[in-house]
């Protein structure tokens, strides 16, 4: 059953670096999400993406946030300069088609990376 | 008013017993609804697509109510296995965002 697989499963960072998390959504999925969850909080929505450039983000995903699908696989997070509040899991997801009420509209996501931000 | 508010619980409740959970939405016009379940510390898994008709899977069930805005999961005879929690989410018109309620954790018991 294809999924969608995210690299590293863990990453510790200082202040103030660059990280990237990494995922590969599945493979005939044309619309590519992130979200966080902070540890003992709620999902939070970060970004959606689909033809190469956003379609919606949340007010969490500021100038430090930037999505990039680079080749025809990976699907990326960057976070310019993290701060100790970024620390959380995050998830990739992938969907078939938008969520306008088909089947196709069902994300599936992927194990997530966990970042801790020191 | 939350965009997507649900009980946390935590219900616990033995082997073999019925359980339904509740969630409430703040917009009207949303379209699409979920429930998904989130095990300890992995990521949320698709349970069931929410359908005005109201749709079973098995053991669950989901229902929407459009004109109070909530939408619910019933689980028949619980399994220990069902012991997670369930994630509430609602996609507003326009498509791209998702929102999670924040999950009701349930136990069950032998």
């Known amino acids: 059953e294809p999924e969608v697989t995210q690299t590293p499963s863990h990453q510790v960072t200082q202040m103030g670096q660059e990280v990237i998390l990494r995922c590969v959504p599945i493979s005939n999925h044309l619309y590519f999400y992130w979200y966080r969850q902070i540890l003992g909080q709620k999902v939070e929505f970060l970004v959606s993406f689909y033809n190469n450039e956003i379609s919606e983000k949340s007010e969490i995903f500021d100038d430090q946030f930037s999505v990039e699908r680079p080749d025809g696989s990976n699907f990326t997070l960057k976070i310019r300069s993290t701060k100790l509040e970024d620390s959380a899991m995050y998830f990739c997801?992938?969907?078939?088609?938008?969520?306008?009420?088909?089947?196709?509209?069902?994300?599936?996501f992927g194990p997530g990376t966990r970042l801790l931000v020191l | 008013r939350k965009e997507v508010e649900q009980d946390p619980g935590p219900f616990n409740v033995p082997e073999g017993a019925t359980v339904a959970f509740n969630c409430t939405y703040s917009n009207s016009a949303s379209q699409s609804f979920f429930w998904y379940r989130q095990d300890c510390r992995k990521e949320p898994k698709l349970l069931m697509s929410?359908?005005?008709s109201g749709n079973e899977d098995g053991r669950f069930t989901a229902q929407l109510n459009r004109a109070s805005q909530y939408i619910s999961l019933l689980i028949r005879d619980s399994k220990l296995s069902d012991s997670a929690t369930y994630l509430c989410v609602v996609i507003p018109p326009g498509g791209f965002k998702t929102i999670f309620g924040a999950g009701t954790r349930l136990f069950v018991k032998a």
């Open positions: 929410v359908y005005s």
């Open positions: 997801a992938s969907s078939e088609g938008p969520s306008v009420g088909s089947v196709k509209e069902t994300q599936y």
